[in-house]
């Protein structure tokens, strides 16, 4: 049946069975590979995508649940050429190792810093702690979202 | 002079194997090490741009590749930058000097006069016209690698020793990145159904039921005991698989008691045995002291499950892996499949962290035997969350006595190091079996019981030998021959367990002699380069000012040289306990020699310390019944993001040294030092880890 939706800010009709998993069809059928397939059981945060603006695991919602709202992936949030102030970040603090768990951590911070633009580190890990990174970059991570506050804060475009 | 060439160049003499100037002013450098996330192939293009003093932007790195990159095993043991990295320098600095030579000859004069800028040629500061891509010609990649060309001495470097952005990661942080992430023409999803164990035959398989929970098309593959199902919906197969688990009866399926996941278990079971280093003393001390530590089996828990892509067309078999070694899973490929190896082409695509040898090559194997069932398709293999957890190889558990006759100061004059310990390799290039292989109608013959060789750094032997000034150091190895659950490389193998048993029993021999830990290290540890890490550690985590046990607050240290060979690091560790622990700060001291990226050896050095410091806590694969029972994050947690603590990290200024590698050197410090720290808050020591909530209950109630 076909599913109504918009995503990253377009909107998308896609022929999938309500119980379909988001994760499932953003990767196969809208071609957006960000969002990362980990364990399938919401507990790793490989696979988070925003809801109209709250972070949810796309790997188990079902699609139809999310018919006609807003779905932002990675790929929403910015792009090689026109990079989010987060991504920017993690780039300058080169806060990934093997670099699996990023897009969906970037997505979370993201939605930390909409509503706290100025978290301390002890409410960027609390904010993080849906996600897991098995690499040990953590550190890093920390240190990136705080510096994309700042340079949002400072005024580059988020 | 060839023997004294790295292994990597003995192996590819070809100049034309490793680089080529491409037209549009690239220079494409192949290597066979491949990117795991550690940012290796970035250091490795830092040595080219070096040598041939070319900017580093025009280095194109092709890495891992059996068709078109140099054979240099499997991508192991910190050896990416000692191996490959001398490599890559002989063989840049070699072509450079040819090419130099060969434009002095034509412009009559020394070789001395000229110099390079970017790739161009000058000659006393004067263009010269020429440059790489217009000059370089088929003569130049004529003869043999010699490795006799000097490299530039450490004094002239402008590119090695920078900190340098990782090449990979821009991609990782804006979409598709991963070989999950590739798409081909006619691409199939598989999901498979897995042999509980060797051995184990499929004796029923009930389809309707199954089929009735994917909802959807899609094709059951069945050789011998391997079965998968495959078809265009990836949700379809998912749903077949994850549902067909109940519908299968398997004959002659193993049973497996919870005793089993235990350390303690190897002890007494069948073993091959092995001695190392001196012999036992003729009258040594009557003080003779002993302390019994371990490690239970850990999962590598990649973050992304295996994957793999093949496609069988025309004959010839192309896989994609995020394998350790594309060479090697091309020649365990022919085996299973009965293809010569020139018919299969094996590539290297991104993957998650893999710590060692976990489901990728397994991953491979499987995508490989449903591509020839399934020609002229692309089949995409993808493990579920519960098969990845359920089916890598494990890094063994380990039971290590360390004993100690101690002379009139408390000193010890003999160590002895006594371990129990599954193999730490069963790679399939060292005589393990792939999964597949297994489940297949001719299984292979059992793998017979190995580890690595000490010249190689050893596998349960991995740093058992002291680096102190003992007059007699031995090692008892129990090569356990039949752990309950496959096993190989873990980051590190052994060394993990043995640096902490050493640096752990070091502290209680310190206690009972009555002297600070870390004036009685430095008064049996005579290597300078390990006493300034160490003193550094202590000074930056004002050991001097330690409180005495029992408070509730640690502070504890511990150092290792990696395989008594590669890179030195010291970690001191503060931290808190009441009913669990809580990590508050680390001071990491590495010394590594030369080091190329000096970022991306941080960024080695505090994932080590993160990644040890959960094993430390939290982690032990448990096992019930069929197999594996921690096989999802909730059954095998790992250390989260609020329970990371601040890391500073210093990496000794040593370019005039040989490169070490340091990509595993802190794991086990880590480990040593949450345990001396525990004991230090505590006024208790604990000697198995993992140091959960109800082994510190269990340890303060006696």
Redesign the interface.
């Given at each position: 049946m076909a599913i109504e939706l918009v995503v990253n800010g377009t909107a998308r009709s896609v022929n999938a069975a309500d119980t379909t998993p988001l994760l499932d069809v953003l990767r196969n059928q809208l071609d957006l590979k960000g969002a990362r397939y980990g364990c399938g059981l919401e507990q790793c945060g490989s696979c988070m995508v925003l809801v109209d603006g709250a972070p949810v695991y796309a790997c188990a919602r079902e699609v139809g649940t999310v018919a006609g709202r807003h779905v932002t992936t990675i790929e929403g949030i910015g792009s090689l050429a026109n990079p989010h102030p987060l991504q920017l970040a993690f780039l300058d603090e080169q806060a990934g190792q093997c670099g699996y768990c990023l897009s969906g951590i970037i997505i979370e911070a993201k939605a930390l810093l909409d509503r706290n633009p100025d978290p301390t580190r002890a409410e960027i890990a609390a904010a993080l702690d849906n996600h897991l990174c098995r690499c040990g970059a953590h550190p890093r991570i920390l240190r990136a979202v705080a510096r994309a506050a700042a340079l949002i804060r400072e005024g580059a475009a988020p | 002079m060839s023997d004294m060439l790295p292994l990597s160049i003995q192996n590819n003499r070809r100049m034309d194997r490793w680089i080529r100037f491409d037209p549009d002013r690239t220079v494409r450098l192949a290597v066979g090490k491949v990117e795991?996330?550690?940012?290796n192939v970035t250091a490795l293009a830092q040595i080219a741009a070096e040598e041939l003093d070319v900017d580093l932007a025009r280095i194109a790195v092709l890495s891992g590749d059996t068709q078109d990159a140099p054979d240099e095993g499997q991508t192991t043991s910190s050896q990416s930058i000692e191996v490959s990295g001398r490599s890559v320098r002989l063989v840049t600095a070699e072509l450079r000097a040819r090419v130099l030579d060969r434009l002095a000859r034509r412009l009559n004069c020394a070789p001395a006069e000229l110099s390079v800028e970017d790739g161009t040629f000058r000659h006393a500061d004067a263009p010269t016209g020429h440059d790489y891509w217009n000059f370089v010609q088929a003569e130049d990649f004529a003869a043999e690698i010699a490795g006799t060309a000097t490299p530039k001495p450490h004094t002239a470097y402008r590119v090695v020793g920078k900190p340098v952005?990782?090449r990979?990661?821009?991609?990782?942080?804006?979409?598709?990145?991963?070989i999950?992430?590739m798409?081909r023409p006619d691409m199939l999803h598989a999901r498979i159904l897995r042999q509980p164990n060797r051995g184990a035959v499929l004796a029923a398989f009930d389809e309707a039921p199954v089929r009735h929970a994917a909802?959807g098309d899609f094709r059951v593959v069945r050789v011998g005991n391997f079965v998968a199902f495959v078809g265009p919906?990836?949700?379809v197969v998912?749903r077949a698989a994850a549902a067909a688990g109940p519908h299968a009866r398997w004959d002659n399926a193993r049973q497996i008691t919870p005793a089993q996941q235990e350390a303690d278990w190897l002890v007494g079971k069948p073993t091959n045995e092995r001695v190392h280093g001196d012999p036992p003393m003729a009258d040594p001390p009557k003080t003779v002291v002993e302390a019994t530590y371990s490690r239970p089996y850990i999962a590598h828990?990649?973050?992304?499950?295996s994957c793999a892509l093949a496609e069988y067309r025309g004959g010839v078999l192309s896989v994609w892996s995020h394998t350790q070694g594309p060479y090697p899973l091309r020649a365990a490929l022919a085996n299973v499949l009965g293809l010569p190896a020139e018919r299969i082409v094996v590539r290297h695509a991104?993957?998650?962290?893999c710590?060692g040898h976990n489901g990728a090559d397994d991953a491979a194997v499987d995508a490989a035997v449903i591509a020839l069932q399934v020609p002229d398709q692309c089949i995409r293999v993808?493990w579920?969350?519960e098969e990845e957890f359920g089916f890598e190889p494990l890094g063994t558990a380990m039971q290590v006595t360390a004993r100690a006759a101690l002379d009139d100061a408390g000193k010890p004059v003999e160590w002895t190091q006594e371990i129990w310990s599954g193999t730490h390799v069963q790679r399939p290039s060292t005589g393990g079996n792939m999964l597949t292989h297994e489940a297949l109608p001719t299984p292979p013959p059992d793998p017979k019981p190995t580890d690595p060789p000490e010249a190689a750094g050893g596998g349960g032997t991995r740093n058992a030998m002291p680096l102190y000034d003992f007059p007699v150091r031995r090692i008892l190895h129990h090569l356990v021959l039949a752990p309950p659950v496959r096993t190989s490389a873990l980051r590190g193998l052994g060394a993990l367990p043995n640096v902490f048993a050493i640096e752990c029993f070091v502290d209680e021999l310190a206690e009972r002699a009555g002297v600070d830990p870390v004036a009685y290290r430095l008064s049996m540890l005579s290597d300078p380069r390990a006493r300034r890490i160490i003193e550094d550690v202590a000074a930056r985590s004002n050991w001097a000012r330690r409180g005495p046990a029992g408070s509730g607050r640690g502070l504890g240290l511990a150092w290792a040289r990696y395989k008594n060979k590669a890179a030195y690091a010291a970690v001191a560790l503060e931290l808190e306990v009441d009913q669990e622990v809580r990590l508050k700060r680390v001071w990491c001291a590495a010394d590594a020699g030369l080091v190329i990226n000096p970022?991306?050896g941080r960024?080695?050095l505090?994932?080590?310390?993160?990644?040890a410091a959960?094993m430390t806590l939290k982690e032990q694969v448990t096992m019930e019944g069929e197999g594996v029972t921690s096989i999802?994050?909730?059954t095998y947690p790992?250390?989260?993001?609020?329970e990371?603590p601040?890391?500073d990290t210093v990496i000794v200024d040593a370019p005039d040294q040989p490169t070490l590698g340091m990509g595993e050197c802190t794991m086990g410090p880590t480990a040593a030092a949450i345990g001396n720290a525990v004991a230090h808050a505590l006024g208790v020591r604990i000697r198995d880890m993992p140091f959960t909530r109800e082994r510190i209950a269990r340890v303060l109630l006696g």
């Open positions: - | 795991l996330g550690q940012g952005p990782r990979d990661l821009p991609a990782k942080v804006a979409g598709a990145a991963f999950h992430d798409v909802g919906d990836e949700t998912q828990a990649a973050m992304g499950p991104h993957g998650a962290g710590y993808l579920r969350r970022d991306g960024n080695q505090e994932g080590g310390i993160i990644q959960s999802d994050w909730k790992i250390l989260k993001f609020s990371v601040e890391i």
